[in-house]
């Protein structure tokens, strides 16, 4: 076998192959062009000297073909005696697919290199290009999100959409806050984007290349609290568990930590907040082992802290170390001027991936404002993925689609049950269930602890069913 691949027989054999192929190539190619040892032409086809508008093709005998063809690459071929199978090269503002070989004498010596233009045209490409590009797209997309799970954030700045006063202000804080590594507050009504805001100044701070931990105080029931802040020592509980349990803390050391609803947190458990937010120190349950942490918290509530503190719920040393700086994230209701570009944006989100076009009219938009959204932007993606889901006209959203589900005082919203129609069981239930939360949010402006009360259920409950609803 290896003697095939000697320099004679290769040489032999390559001549071979272009005397067969040669004819087949000539014919089906758009042009072809041989050089000699020296670059100059010594053979270019009818179709060629036509496709570079040369007129007599004898013209061009002898001459060195970067005369003729600046942008030819065949002195290359020559010089490295290495084919260049597929190439696309300029000419004139035409692009030309070209192939070029060097062809050999029977020493094995290159005597000289012949080219062929396989298109002429990149329109029969045009399948081969656009899968190319669209999978270069895919790619820098699929990218741009792993890099934003390894940081383990889904938002940046720019997805808290807003262009009030109000929502530029909440901008321009974040912005200074991603600036300084100091403690967070986020105020705002539930849905209004606090959590968007955490991920977002994370991302643009000092800490983005490190992890970015979240924790909601109210979904975690209150004897599991401590264990899931601070870890859990090998052996802490009798039996079953003998390995150690990080923390959220020691999952976020060096990033950042942010406690979502952390005015639901018991007082117990905020004196040891206070600790590790002091002494940068925290102690595994059932451990006597002090751990030292780097981690820099934003917290998060829809509860009014001060009150809070009168009433004796929550330590007033916890809030002022928490709040070094204050970020008021204002209600949907005040800020309606933001209504069309978060439409813009939700329904982008909404309808991505889908054959669905998800615009909304003017009259569409004023039909919004005349709401007062208790659940803020989360209600209004919902309000919105409803009129999209029920909407007859191609997915355009007037007044009409937007005045049918926009939930009136006195009258929540049904979905349409086709009368007498029977379903699963299971299907109804489910559906009652989240009208019943829907409602009970709605009554209590957002209020969670208020709309677990009222529907009779635990805090972390109603926590676990809105996490599955989302
Ligand atoms: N300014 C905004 N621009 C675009 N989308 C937003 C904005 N604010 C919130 N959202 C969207 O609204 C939803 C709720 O946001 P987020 O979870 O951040 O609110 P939250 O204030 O943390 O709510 P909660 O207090 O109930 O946990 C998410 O789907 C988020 O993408």
Same mark, same amino acid.
């Given at each position: 076998?290896?003697?095939?691949?000697?320099?004679?027989?290769?040489?032999?054999?390559?001549?071979?192959?272009?005397?067969?192929?040669?004819?087949?190539?000539?014919?089906?190619?758009?042009?072809?062009?041989?050089?000699?040892?020296?670059?100059?032409?010594?053979?270019?086809?009818?179709?060629?000297?036509?496709?570079?508008?040369?007129?007599?093709?004898?013209?061009?005998?002898?001459?060195?073909?970067?005369?003729?063809?600046?942008?030819?690459?065949?002195?290359?071929?020559?010089?490295?005696?290495?084919?260049?199978?597929?190439?696309?090269?300029?000419?004139?503002?035409?692009? +030309?697919?070209?192939?070029?070989?060097? @062809? @050999?004498?029977?020493?094995?010596?290159?005597?000289?290199?012949?080219?062929?233009?396989?298109?002429?045209?990149?329109?029969?490409?045009?399948?081969?290009?656009?899968?190319?590009?669209?999978?270069? /797209?895919?790619?820098?997309?699929?990218?741009?999100?792993?890099?934003?799970?390894?940081?383990?954030? /889904?938002?940046?700045?720019?997805?808290?959409?807003?262009?009030?006063?109000?929502?530029?202000?909440?901008?321009?804080?974040?912005?200074?806050?991603?600036? /300084?590594?100091?403690?967070?507050?986020?105020?705002?009504?539930?849905?209004?984007?606090?959590?968007?805001?955490?991920?977002?100044?994370?991302?643009?701070?000092?800490?983005?290349?490190?992890?970015?931990?979240?924790?909601?105080?109210?979904?975690?029931?209150?004897?599991?609290?401590?264990?899931?802040?601070?870890?859990?020592?090998?052996?802490?509980?009798?039996?079953?568990?003998?390995?150690?349990?990080?923390?959220?803390?020691?999952?976020?050391?060096?990033?950042?930590?942010?406690?979502?609803?952390?005015?639901?947190?018991?007082?117990? +458990?905020?004196?040891?907040?206070?600790?590790?937010? #002091?002494?940068?120190?925290?102690?595994?349950?059932?451990?006597?082992?002090?751990?030292?942490?780097?981690?820099?918290?934003?917290?998060?509530?829809?509860?009014?802290?001060?009150?809070?503190?009168?009433?004796?719920?929550?330590?007033?040393?916890?809030?002022?170390?928490?709040?070094?700086?204050?970020?008021?994230?204002?209600?949907?209701?005040?800020?309606?001027?933001?209504?069309?570009?978060?439409?813009?944006?939700?329904?982008?989100?909404?309808?991505?991936?889908?054959?669905?076009?998800?615009?909304?009219?003017?009259?569409?938009?004023?039909?919004?404002?005349?709401?007062?959204?208790?659940?803020?932007?989360?209600?209004?993606?919902?309000?919105?993925?409803?009129?999209?889901?029920?909407?007859?006209?191609?997915?355009?959203?007037?007044?009409?689609?937007?005045?049918?589900?926009?939930?009136?005082?006195? #009258?929540?919203?049904?979905?349409?049950?086709?009368?007498?129609?029977?379903?699963?069981?299971?299907?109804?239930?489910?559906?009652?269930?989240?009208?019943?939360?829907?409602?009970?949010?709605?009554?209590?402006?957002?209020?969670?602890?208020?709309?677990?009360?009222?529907?009779?259920?635990?805090?972390?409950?109603? @926590?676990?069913?809105?996490?599955?609803?989302?």
């Amino acid at each position: 076998m290896s003697e095939l691949f000697t320099n004679k027989n290769k040489s032999g054999l390559t001549r071979d192959l272009i005397e067969a192929l040669f004819p087949m190539f000539e014919e089906a190619s758009a042009g072809a062009i041989a050089v000699d040892r020296e670059t100059n032409i010594t053979w270019i086809n009818g179709s060629y000297s036509q496709l570079l508008g040369l007129g007599d093709p004898s013209q061009a005998i002898g001459k060195p073909v970067r005369k003729v063809i600046p942008q030819t690459r065949m002195p290359e071929v020559i010089e490295t005696g290495k084919p260049l199978l597929l190439d696309i090269m300029e000419h004139n503002e035409q692009q +030309l697919v070209v192939t070029r070989l060097p @062809y @050999y004498d029977d020493q094995g010596g290159i005597v000289g290199a012949v080219a062929f233009v396989l298109y002429d045209d990149l329109q029969p490409l045009t399948p081969l290009v656009s899968k190319y590009r669209r999978l270069h /797209r895919d790619l820098a997309a699929a990218r741009k999100a792993l890099a934003k799970k390894s940081r383990g954030t /889904r938002y940046s700045l720019g997805d808290f959409v807003g262009g009030s006063p109000a929502a530029l202000e909440v901008k321009r804080r974040a912005r200074l806050a991603a600036g /300084r590594d100091m403690p967070v507050l986020l105020l705002g009504e539930t849905g209004t984007g606090k959590e968007v805001l955490a991920q977002a100044i994370h991302a643009v701070s000092p800490r983005a290349d490190k992890p970015f931990v979240g924790v909601n105080v109210a979904a975690v029931p209150e004897n599991l609290l401590e264990a899931e802040f601070f870890g859990v020592a090998p052996g802490a509980y009798t039996g079953a568990d003998r390995r150690t349990r990080e923390g959220k803390f020691q999952l976020a050391n060096g990033g950042t930590l942010f406690l979502d609803e952390v005015g639901d947190m018991p007082l117990p +458990l905020q004196a040891k907040l206070l600790r590790a937010l #002091q002494e940068g120190e925290i102690e595994a349950l059932g451990s006597n082992k002090v751990t030292t942490v780097d981690v820099r918290v934003i917290a998060a509530t829809s509860r009014n802290l001060e009150a809070m503190i009168a009433e004796g719920s929550f330590r007033s040393d916890l809030y002022y170390r928490l709040n070094v700086l204050e970020i008021n994230i204002p209600p949907l209701r005040d800020r309606l001027a933001d209504l069309g570009v978060l439409c813009e944006a939700l329904l982008g989100e909404i309808c991505e991936g889908q054959d669905m076009r998800g615009e909304i009219t003017d009259a569409g938009v004023a039909a919004l404002g005349s709401y007062d959204w208790p659940g803020n932007i989360r209600e209004l993606r919902n309000v919105l993925e409803r009129a999209l889901t029920m909407s007859e006209d191609g997915d355009l959203l007037d007044a009409d689609a937007i005045f049918k589900v926009l939930p009136r005082a006195g #009258q929540r919203l049904v979905s349409p049950v086709p009368a007498r129609s029977v379903r699963p069981l299971a299907r109804i239930v489910a559906e009652a269930e989240a009208q019943a939360i829907e409602e009970a949010l709605v009554t209590c402006r957002g209020n969670r602890t208020k709309a677990a009360r009222l529907l009779g259920i635990s805090r972390s409950v109603l @926590y676990e069913k809105l996490a599955k609803l989302s």
